[in-house]
């Protein structure tokens, strides 16, 4: 069965600084990948995705995220952090290659960017 | 164009009282899903909808959860009787397969607290 795992379940980063938000993946075919953000009180929102096109995919708000098939790894990433980027980030990963919109997501990363 | 209606945003119920949540998909959208969201965890596939379909309920607690989507249009969610451990948010999503975009949009989500 698919999994996906984040490492940090709080990031805590200054404004302007580098974020960096971890994805493991376990596959034993290549998956399609997904990046969701939620703020509070709200629903989760696409950033991301990687279908098997590029490997370095490119979102919403400045974030994109490479797809490392030997690290089964799909970090997302932001040069600079601004503080409307405060909020829970989630991972997921299709469950197989017959049902991409069956996604497993993953226990969620919380940022935090200090002013 | 609106995005996915979920209705109430609280609920607050006692034990072994019913409750049911309702969903509005996008319009046009043929597959719906009903997730649970606990709290620090990431969203939890309990059905799948494809048109009034049900094509994934594998995870759905069915002793005392029920869904339809009558019309294949929107969706009810029902919990009789609630346990005290089915506090969490329940999220809507409905997607439209189109040229592999497998983009889930989600509702705000309803939050249910069982006391």
């Known amino acids: 069965a698919q999994s996906v795992t984040q490492l940090g379940s709080h990031v805590s980063v200054s404004e302007g600084a580098l974020v960096l938000l971890r994805c493991n993946y376990s596959?034993?075919?290549?998956?399609?990948l997904f990046w969701y953000v939620q703020y509070p009180n709200q629903g989760l929102q696409l950033l991301l995705k990687y279908t098997s096109a590029a490997t370095l995919v490119k979102g919403i708000n400045g974030f994109e995220a490479e797809f490392k098939k030997s690290e089964t790894s799909f970090h997302l990433t932001k040069p600079s952090a601004h503080m409307s980027d405060a909020a829970e980030y989630f991972c997921a990963v299709s469950a197989d290659r017959t049902s991409y919109d069956k996604v497993i997501f993953g226990p969620g990363t919380s940022l935090s960017v200090i002013p | 164009e609106a995005g996915v209606v979920q209705s109430p945003r609280y609920k607050i119920i006692e034990k072994k009282q019913p409750v049911a949540f309702w969903c509005n998909p996008i319009s046009g959208h043929n597959t719906l899903y009903w997730y649970r969201q606990n709290l620090g965890q990431g969203p939890e596939l309990l059905i799948r909808y494809e048109n009034e379909e049900a094509v994934d309920d594998s995870q759905l607690p069915k002793d005392r959860f029920s869904a339809e989507r009558l019309k294949g249009v929107d969706s009810t969610l029902k919990i009789q009787p609630a346990e005290l451990g089915d506090s969490a948010v329940y999220l809507c999503?409905?997607?439209?397969?189109?040229?592999?975009?497998?983009?889930?949009?989600f509702g705000p989500g309803t939050r249910l607290t069982v006391t």
């Open positions: 999503a409905s997607s439209l397969e189109d040229r592999g975009s497998y983009e889930q949009y």
């Open positions: 596959s034993s075919v290549p998956p399609y």
